[in-house]
């Protein structure tokens, strides 16, 4: 009975607690209540009686959407499923609920919590208890996690972050393919002899090679005096790139993702033991108009970002802008680019 009792009420607590603090009941939110729920009246589950879990689950249902608030907003740990909120404050929680909310009307239960009478002697030996695990994860985990940082280390690259593990870890487009509407799958090429141009350092490179990492389509007409920059880059350097063009005076920018292969086309693989004919690759592209900071400039800073000395780092298209009008102020062409360069 209390299994059931405490995740109903946190999801319900959760679902009008978001309700009023929102403006409208966070979905996601209230079914991480109903795991907080069963993680909160785990310990307690055989020693409490029916309000006691009523109580433990509309606790979980708040303390899980402030475990995710506090994750967010304070520590600023990445912690997508909120399994922080749901396990540790939840199941820290439930540990304490036993000295709070034991009780001898459970069936064959002889432990009495403070708020039946018994008094602070079993809540003090579930706080210690909660202590004492914390103490032992704390100096476990810390050993563990150094053992790894300093032999296989603990982060991924930050192309892999931004692909997804799905693909570089375990060989799938996504672990829910099935359910994509749009193809996302990295399918990247592998780097070897064919596609190493030998010096991943832009400026030791000579000027072969860094037109074959990252070319650039399209005369530069300085006559013309305003152009329009199309980059073609690697998701893992948008935020590069992004301060790269800022630091050079470039503010406005339209960035879209988009899928596309060149020479590297695409790498077949297979999900669930079927062959997938991967012919897409997920990149972004950035557009920028300059006028007033020269072109050179733009694709100067754009390249040496994005250079790595692989074929593949992107490339770069340069087309002539006839006319800019700012619709606001009705300024128009260099006048109407000031704003964003």
Not at 7 to 31: E, H
Not at 58 to 69: C, D, E, I
Not at 71 to 85: E, L, S
Not at 164 to 182: P, T, V
Request: include cysteine; charged fraction near 20%.
């Amino acid at each position: 009975m209390t299994t059931t009792i405490a995740p109903a009420t946190a999801t319900v607590v959760c679902m009008i607690f978001t309700w009023l603090r929102y403006g409208k009941p966070d979905v996601s939110m209230c079914l991480n209540a109903s795991l907080a729920g069963l993680v909160a009246i785990t310990a307690p589950c055989d020693v409490t009686d029916g309000l006691g879990a009523l109580i433990i689950g509309a606790v979980a249902g708040v303390l899980v959407v402030f475990g995710v608030w506090f994750c967010d907003n304070v520590v600023h740990v990445d912690d997508p499923v909120g399994a922080v909120a749901v396990h540790c404050l939840n199941g820290i929680w439930g540990t304490i609920a036993v000295g709070l909310f034991a009780t001898t009307n459970a069936p064959e239960s002889t432990l009495k919590g403070l708020f039946y009478g018994g008094g602070f002697g079993l809540l003090g030996t579930q706080l210690l208890g909660v202590v004492t695990v914390l103490a032992w994860t704390v100096v476990t985990m810390t050993i563990i996690f150094k053992v790894i940082d300093m032999t296989i280390g603990l982060r991924v690259s930050e192309e892999e972050e931004i692909v997804g593990l799905d693909s570089k870890e375990h060989g799938l487009a996504s672990a829910y393919a099935g359910f994509s509407i749009m193809d996302i799958t990295e399918g990247a090429m592998n780097e070897n002899e064919n596609t190493d141009l030998g010096v991943a350092d832009y400026d030791a490179a000579s000027p072969i090679q860094r037109a074959a990492a990252v070319p650039v389509a399209g005369p530069v007409d300085a006559d013309t005096g305003m152009h329009k920059v199309v980059i073609i880059a690697k998701l893992s350097k948008y935020d590069r790139l992004k301060s790269a063009l800022n630091n050079l005076g470039v503010t406005g920018m339209t960035v879209t993702q988009v899928m596309g292969c060149g020479i590297q086309k695409g790498a077949g693989e297979k999900y669930r033991g079927v062959e997938m004919d991967v012919t897409v690759l997920p990149k972004v592209k950035v557009e920028v108009i300059v006028g007033n900071i020269p072109v050179e400039k733009v694709i100067e800073t754009a390249s040496k970002t994005l250079y790595t000395g692989h074929v593949g780092d992107g490339k770069i298209f340069v087309y002539n802008v006839q006319k800019v009008v700012k619709v606001r102020t009705g300024e128009e062409d260099l006048e109407a680019l000031k704003d964003v360069e």
